[in-house]
């Protein structure tokens, strides 16, 4: 085996590294912040039951406003990098809606994004 042979087999075998690694990374942010969107949506999903079990009717546009601001929050405590326009939490046939666009980093450079990773959520919870 010749050295330039020798080199791009390095240099291939760390592409492959960089982009498995980078695919674990996004999956890994994917899960979390659908695991962080999950958990805020069955709060808000107890709320609504508790406030349907004293005979009250809930606000959806008041508990869509809460659902937003604890995402933002939790997205920065769990780090997160979830911007607020891409965040809608919408009222929606008796529950909620939450619709979510970030980027995940791949490639950066002084702390700077280069090459970013697009991902999508939608989520839906309805009242009881």
Known sequence: MG???????????????????????????????????DQVLQEASAKVKTAASTGSQPSFEDLAADVRVTLLIRARRYGISLDERGLGVLPANGGLTVKLKWSHPAVTYRGDPIVVVPMTMERSVSGP
Do not use: E, K, P
Request: proline share 0%; glycine share 8%.
């Open 3 to 37: 050295f330039r042979s020798l080199v791009r087999w390095i240099v291939g075998l760390s592409v492959l590294a960089w982009a498995g690694y980078t695919a674990v990374s996004a999956t890994s942010s994917y899960l979390a912040t659908q695991g962080m969107v």
